[in-house]
């Protein structure tokens, strides 16, 4: 059985940092592309960062130059380091493989404000 769980999120500053984990288990984590995703209020969930099998990565419009996602095969984690945060950020952050695949976690609320 596949588990998600993510972690790291919080209260956060605007211009401000956080970095998110998601600990996975009942997969061989090396042989998918990964992605983390969010969702604000009233707003459909929308991929904002993947990770392919090899390294290579890729990123939403809105989030590039500011946040990288990472990949530890070993602990079978992904990361998301997210930095000049903006309000706008403000969601639940996912994981989940890219395309998606699994039930999804519970999720970790990321809230950017003064």
């Known amino acids: 059985q596949v588990q998600l769980v993510e972690s790291g999120g919080g209260l956060a500053q605007p211009g401000g940092s956080l970095r998110l984990s998601c600990a996975t288990s009942?997969?061989?984590?090396?042989?998918?592309?990964m992605g983390w995703y969010r969702q604000s209020p009233g707003k459909e969930r929308e991929l904002v960062a993947r990770i392919g099998r090899g390294g290579t990565t890729d990123y939403a419009d809105s989030v590039k130059g500011r946040f990288t996602i990472s990949r530890d095969n070993a602990k079978k984690m992904v990361n998301l380091q997210m930095n000049s945060l903006k309000p706008e950020d403000t969601a639940v952050y996912y994981c989940n493989r890219d395309p998606v695949a699994w039930d999804w976690g519970l999720g970790t609320q990321v809230t950017v404000s003064s």
């Open positions: 009942g997969i061989i984590f090396s042989l998918y592309a």
